[in-house]
């Protein structure tokens, strides 16, 4: 799960931080910091899983390298923008024009809705709901259903929402298992412990 959340997040980087040398260079050090401890436990992994990981993690690196050279050069074009406002000549805000295949391609993982509004300037809603006018994220349920009783009178049943499987750990657990990770990969960092934690079963709120 940390191989795959570090691959989702220099996707993201290679599509949106293209410029920003200093951003595409800290996931570089991510990717080496993340060799250097898978390296000490590659022996208990089966051969397949040693090769995917190792070339994986090589082309991340070829990629990072091939983005920073071309964020030292001089543009020569304008930055290509995510999102464009729409006029319509009526009275107020004009609405944002997102694209369904940029859009599909940021939406990975665990990427929040904020985190998409910061790159598209729009308010984390207006990525909620183009996200459900494309198709790419199913509708929630309803904060509660209406059902009729016996008496005529209607009863609210509550849906148990999206954070019902958050971790049951006690704090003092929590704490023995991010000790028991850092032992094993002492240069893990946030996302990375965050990632270990969900391969685990363990959905931990930041």
Same mark, same amino acid.
């Given at each position: 799960?940390?191989?795959?959340?570090?691959?989702?997040?220099?996707?993201?980087?290679?599509?949106?931080?293209?410029?920003?040398?200093?951003?595409?260079m800290e996931q570089k050090?991510?990717?080496?910091?993340?060799?250097?401890?898978?390296?000490?436990?590659?022996?208990?992994?089966?051969?397949?899983?040693?090769?995917? &990981?190792?070339?994986?993690?090589?082309?991340?690196?070829?990629?990072?390298?091939?983005? %920073?050279? /071309? #964020? *030292? !050069?001089?543009?020569?074009?304008?930055?290509?923008?995510?999102?464009?406002?729409?006029?319509?000549?009526s009275v107020g805000r004009?609405?944002?024009?997102?694209?369904?295949?940029?859009?599909?391609?940021?939406?990975?993982?665990?990427?929040?809705?904020?985190?998409?509004?910061?790159?598209?300037?729009?308010?984390?809603?207006?990525?909620?709901?183009?996200?459900?006018?494309?198709?790419?994220?199913?509708?929630?349920?309803?904060?509660? &259903?209406?059902?009729?009783?016996?008496?005529?009178?209607?009863?609210?049943?509550?849906? %148990?929402? /999206? #954070? *019902? !499987?958050?971790?049951?750990?006690?704090?003092?657990?929590?704490?023995?298992?991010?000790?028991?990770?850092?032992?094993?990969?002492?240069?893990?960092?946030r996302w990375m412990i965050?990632?270990?934690?969900?391969?685990?079963?363990?959905?931990?709120?930041?």
């Amino acid at each position: 799960q940390s191989f795959l959340t570090l691959g989702e997040r220099v996707h993201i980087a290679l599509r949106t931080q293209l410029g920003d040398a200093a951003r595409l260079m800290e996931q570089k050090r991510l990717c080496l910091q993340f060799l250097d401890s898978i390296s000490q436990h590659l022996q208990i992994l089966p051969p397949a899983e040693q090769q995917v &990981i190792t070339t994986s993690i090589s082309c991340m690196i070829t990629a990072l390298d091939a983005a %920073v050279t /071309s #964020s *030292s !050069d001089p543009p020569d074009a304008p930055p290509v923008g995510l999102g464009s406002h729409a006029t319509q000549g009526s009275v107020g805000r004009p609405p944002i024009n997102i694209d369904r295949a940029d859009l599909a391609v940021l939406n990975v993982g665990r990427v929040s809705h904020t985190c998409l509004a910061e790159l598209y300037h729009c308010h984390p809603r207006t990525i909620r709901r183009r996200l459900l006018e494309y198709g790419l994220s199913a509708p929630g349920p309803p904060v509660y &259903i209406d059902e009729p009783q016996l008496d005529s009178s209607i009863s609210h049943t509550y849906n %148990v929402g /999206s #954070s *019902s !499987d958050l971790s049951l750990l006690s704090d003092r657990d929590l704490d023995q298992l991010i000790l028991h990770i850092y032992n094993q990969f002492p240069s893990f960092g946030r996302w990375m412990i965050n990632g270990y934690l969900l391969q685990l079963g363990e959905h931990v709120p930041h």
